[in-house]
């Protein structure tokens, strides 16, 4: 990695693909192929129609951990189409959902200036969506929806069972942005780490051609 003029982690190669070495590109492919092992495994014995759009979500998600180092902007949008995809199927949250921290990590360690804030939105749209989909939309679909568009909302949030869910909402939301909120600025830090080492590293580089410089002059000057 290198730093731009911007103090940003600078990308290899064109377009939306950084440049990796060979070391880390194996290690990301076996986390991403070890994740995709153990999804199989366990959806796969439980011998049911109802866990094969789980193991899609979990598999797509497999995929973004792939390239979570090599184009985080394709691994952000990857987790967000199983996201969306798990929303649209009525999934419950599982462990796969895990990955999604891994992936704002690397939004904010290793994306570049676009990516990094795409990611920092993220985490409050992301948690927006938790909560609505986790505490507002199933009390929605409990409570009756005809008398919601009847009476209108403001009725129905002065009864006590919709303060409650709106103290829920607002519980989940506020769990969630934390809990994602954390996975990003742990990333940020990364970032901010290695700019330092590259930083150093370039300083000390340098400041070597220049005490080669000076004994070039002092051993020209000699002859």
């Known amino acids: ?126 948690a927006l969506a938790v909560a609505l989909y986790l505490i507002t939309f199933p009390a929605v679909r409990y409570y009756n929806l005809s008398d919601f568009l009847l009476y209108g909302a403001s009725e129905l949030l002065a009864s006590g069972e919709w303060v409650t869910v709106l103290v829920n909402t607002a519980g989940a939301f506020i769990a969630a942005l934390a809990v994602f909120m954390l996975s990003w600025v742990l990333g940020l830090m990364a970032r901010l780490y290695l700019n330092g080492i590259q930083s150093r590293h370039a300083q000390a580089d340098a400041e070597a051609k220049r005490e080669k410089a000076v004994l070039d002059v002092m051993v020209e000057q000699e002859r």
Do not use: C
């Open 1 to 126: 990695m290198q730093i731009d003029p911007h103090g940003e982690i600078a990308s290899y190669g064109s377009g939306m693909f950084r440049t990796l070495r060979p070391a880390q590109i194996r290690v990301d492919m076996s986390i991403a192929g070890l994740f995709a092992v153990v999804g199989l495994a366990v959806y796969s014995s439980a011998n049911s129609i109802s866990t094969i759009g789980p193991l899609a979500a979990h598999l797509i998600l497999a995929g973004a951990l792939a390239l979570r180092r090599v184009s985080p902007s394709l691994s952000l949008a990857a987790a967000w189409v199983a996201s969306l995809f798990q929303m649209a199927t009525d999934q419950n949250p599982t462990y796969s959902d895990l990955a999604v921290l891994v992936v704002l990590f690397a939004t904010a360690a290793y994306g570049g200036r676009a990516v990094k804030w795409l990611g920092f939105a993220s985490t409050f749209v992301g």
